[in-house]
């Protein structure tokens, strides 16, 4: 967080908008209030220039030819794609941050290669709720919803953000995909809200420290809401 307000970088919210990711923008900005930081959203739309000068990155889930709209977009313009910064994409965002996916069309787009990842359509559409064992970032579950076809494939300069153990995430057991800073995952939700322990992750990341805990009572119940929901229909 190089001066005195954090700004967190929300790319192409209009195209990546769809399933209510562009909360994870207001969710990353009341935890740095929280702790006494201002912080600011700076939204990048398609015609724009992807901001240079902010903290941190975030894209969200969307539709397959908005998806390609995003990645097209993002290899033109986002000129300081830097293997240092801190990026965090949602399904569709996931997708475009990896070397290459696949529409159902049958035409491969490029993404960005900031993960190791490949995406090809599935066979069947992943709707429901999803739950994953954290591969060691993190000391709790993830929790979240998951929409999409997209089977991801990792590499191996990608690891799993998670194993899941409910729902589908990249198809093949694991969720999510994490290089150095840049993580992705098929969590909706939005997921730093369901998930406050990732929000702070790539805070602290951003800040280069670790940061203080916050007591936020209703994030608490509503993760513990969550993971309750999930097994109670799990229940014959
Ligand atoms: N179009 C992509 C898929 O279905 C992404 C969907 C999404 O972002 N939720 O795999």
Redesign the pocket.
């Known amino acids: 967080m190089r001066d005195s307000v954090v700004r967190i970088g929300l790319l192409l919210p209009e195209v990546l908008g769809?399933?209510g990711d562009t909360g994870n923008a207001q969710v990353l900005c009341q935890r740095l209030r929280w702790r006494g930081y201002e912080a600011e959203v700076v939204p990048a739309g398609l015609g724009e220039p992807v901001p240079s000068t902010v903290d941190l990155y975030l894209l969200g889930?969307?539709?397959?030819g908005a998806?390609a709209l995003a990645a097209a977009h993002l290899r033109k313009h986002w000129r300081a794609l830097s293997r240092g910064a801190v990026v965090f994409g949602?399904?569709?965002?996931l997708?475009v941050l990896g070397t290459r996916f696949r529409g159902l069309d049958g035409v491969d787009h490029d993404g960005l290669g900031l993960l190791d990842v490949t995406?090809e359509?599935g066979e069947r559409?992943a709707v429901a709720e999803l739950v994953a064992t954290s591969s060691g970032l993190l000391p709790e579950p993830l929790t979240g919803f998951e929409?999409?076809?997209?089977v991801s494939k990792l590499g191996a300069d990608s690891e799993p953000l998670g194993q899941v153990v409910r729902g589908t995430g990249n198809g093949d057991g694991t969720e999510g995909a994490v290089t150095g800073r840049v993580v992705g995952t098929y969590l909706?939700g939005p997921a730093l809200a369901r998930n406050p322990a990732l929000a702070d992750l790539l805070l602290s990341w951003t800040a280069g420290h670790p940061l203080g805990p916050l007591e936020v009572p209703e994030v608490d119940r509503l993760r513990v809401e969550r993971l309750a929901a999930t097994r109670r229909r799990r229940t014959p």
Not at 90 to 93: E, I, K, L, R
Not at 147 to 150: A, S
């Open positions: 769809t399933y889930g969307g539709e397959d998806q949602v399904c569709a965002g997708q995406t359509p559409r929409n999409h076809l997209g909706h």
